[in-house]
């Protein structure tokens, strides 16, 4: 089973508003990956969890807040958004961090911030 | 640096016609990796094919193929008899060496519309 879900599909959510994305993976994958997509571009990486601890995170923005609670799950922690900050969020996982393997990605959450 | 160049920003084909998505790649490490993904309409990224920089033997999966040219750093990506299923965005990715883990490159996309 080769499958990563997301929870929520959709969200829609106020500046002031406090919110959390989900991720989960039952493949025994050690490595999980957030990504943010605006329209009409690829994902751009955002953090990356290698046996749940954080490996990269690319410079993002403190309001949001990674967790990996376990080797399954991973969560984004999200608070006082700009509107900018609507996209689509991926989540992804891999076998290991390593170079060479083939990340599988669920079917993101679409986030507005009004 | 590394880089993917997908240049066709937009195809659009007839059902049946054969297509083929360009990707072009840039990196100075021997040991890479290239993949191609599909993003319908609905969010989702699926992943279709990964090749290493050491095996140069082209790729078939029933309506799709791959041909992976090291002499000029391509890695192509054709659609034989286009469904309109084949409705998609897909993006080009690289991974090697010099990138921590498996942080990977991606194209900016080609979208393929097929039309019945």
């Known amino acids: 089973d080769t499958e990563v879900t997301q929870t929520p599909k959709h969200l829609v959510m106020g500046m002031t508003n406090k919110k959390s994305l989900k991720c989960e993976q039952h493949?025994?994958?050690?490595?999980m990956y957030w990504y943010k997509q605006k329209a009409k571009k690829p994902p751009e990486l955002m953090f990356v969890y290698s046996y749940e601890k954080l490996s990269i995170n690319e410079s993002v923005p403190s309001r949001f807040s990674p967790e990996c609670p376990n080797s399954s799950l991973l969560n984004l922690h999200l608070h006082a958004l700009q509107p900018e900050d609507s996209a689509l969020y991926l989540c992804?996982?891999?076998?290991?961090?390593?170079?060479?393997?083939?990340?599988?990605f669920g079917p993101g959450t679409r986030l507005t911030v009004t | 640096a590394q880089k993917v160049t997908q240049a066709q920003t937009e195809i659009s084909v007839v059902e049946k016609e054969d297509v083929t998505l360009d990707c072009v790649y840039e990196?100075?490490?021997?040991?890479?990796?290239l993949f191609w993904y599909k993003q319908p309409p609905s969010g989702e990224l699926v992943f279709l094919i990964r090749?290493?920089?050491?095996?140069?033997q082209n790729e078939i999966s029933g309506r799709y193929s791959w041909n992976f040219q090291k002499s000029t750093s391509s890695f192509n990506f054709t659609i034989t008899a286009s469904q309109v299923v084949d409705s998609a965005v897909y993006f080009c990715?690289?991974?090697?060496?010099?990138?921590?883990?498996?942080?990977?490159?991606f194209g900016k996309g080609t979208t393929l519309s097929v039309s019945s």
């Open positions: 493949m025994g994958h050690r490595a």
């Open positions: 990196t100075r490490d021997t040991t890479y990796y």
């Open positions: 990715a690289l991974s090697d060496m010099n990138q921590a883990g498996t942080a990977l490159i």
């Open positions: 090749r290493n920089s050491f095996d140069e």
């Open positions: 992804a996982s891999s076998p290991t961090f390593e170079a060479g393997y083939e990340q599988y």
